[in-house]
C-alpha cells in the first residue's frame, strides 16, 4: 500500500498562507482518491479535503471550502493541500491518507506521520 510523507507545515500570522505537501510511494497511489485530514488537540482527526484518483472531482468540508485548495500531481506521486486566509482554529496535525467516501463522509488509512500547522499571532 501507498506509504506518505507530509510536509509543509510551520508557523504562519492569521490571514496568511501555507502549502503542504504529501510525498506518495508505492504503486497504487495513481488509483486512490486521496484526502486531507487534520487533528487539533483534544478532538478527533477530521475531515478536510479529498481528490479524486484523477484530479477530476475535489471535495471540502465546508470549514475550509474557499480558503483551501487540494490538488494532485500523480506523476510526482504528490498530493498538495494550499491553505489561504488561515484562521487560529485551523491550527493543528495536518494528515494525508488514501480515502474513500461512504454516507455522505470521507474516511482515511495509512497515514503518514503529519505535518503542525499553528497559525497564531
Known amino acids: 500500500q501507498v506509504q506518505l510523507v507530509e510536509s509543509g507545515g510551520g508557523l504562519v500570522q492569521p490571514g496568511g498562507s501555507l502549502r503542504l505537501s504529501c510525498a506518495a510511494s508505492g504503486r497504487t497511489f495513481s488509483r486512490s482518491d486521496m484526502g486531507w485530514f487534520r487533528q487539533a488537540p483534544g478532538k478527533e482527526r477530521e475531515f478536510v479535503a479529498a481528490v479524486t484518483w484523477n484530479g477530476g472531482n475535489t471535495y471540502y468540508a465546508a470549514s475550509v471550502k474557499g480558503r483551501f485548495t487540494i490538488a494532485r500531481d500523480n506523476a510526482k506521486k504528490t498530493v498538495y493541500l494550499q491553505m489561504n486566509s488561515l484562521k487560529p482554529e485551523d491550527t493543528a496535525v495536518y494528515y494525508c491518507?488514501?480515502?474513500?467516501?461512504?454516507?455522505?463522509?470521507?474516511?482515511?488509512?495509512?497515514w503518514g506521520q503529519g505535518t503542525q500547522v499553528t497559525v497564531s499571532s
Open positions: 491518507a488514501p480515502s474513500f467516501r461512504g454516507g455522505g463522509s470521507w474516511f482515511g488509512n495509512s
